[in-house]
């Protein structure tokens, strides 16, 4: 089992900035691919970026790409999502979750393919 805390959420201004946080605890989660998917009210939840078990590949949605980076810390059990040059469309609660498929070498972008999930934490970008 797996633990997923998510930090760093909170309000900014159109082009700000802002680093998310994962902190996971339990099992040692090196051996898992790391993913950041978000929810809009309204809408489905989307897939953001991801990156393999020793952060040597990554992943990212068409929309944030050039904007946001993933990036993990093994050795602190914690992947992060730098956000820069922030949209209100980017406005959500964003989750981060753990996959084992492939050793941790998987790159999904659907949701049902990861195993564990943070409680998610709130973004939002005022115009």
């Known amino acids: 089992q797996v633990q997923l805390v998510e930090s760093g959420g909170g309000l900014v201004q159109a082009g700000g900035s802002l680093r998310l946080s994962c902190a996971a605890s339990g099992r040692t989660y090196s051996p898992y691919s790391m993913a950041w998917f978000r929810q809009a009210p309204g809408k489905e939840r989307e897939f953001v970026a991801a990156t393999t078990r020793n952060g040597g590949s990554t992943r990212y949605a068409d929309s944030v790409k050039g904007r946001f980076t993933i990036s993990r810390d093994n050795a602190k059990n914690t992947v992060y999502l730098q956000m820069n040059s922030l949209k209100p469309e980017d406005t959500a609660v964003y989750y981060c979750?753990?996959?084992?498929?492939?050793?941790?070498?998987?790159?999904?972008?659907?949701?049902?393919?990861?195993?564990?999930w943070g409680q998610g934490t709130q973004v939002t970008v005022s115009s």
């Open positions: 979750a753990a996959d084992r498929d492939l050793g941790g070498y998987a790159l999904a972008s659907q949701g049902d393919a990861y195993d564990y």
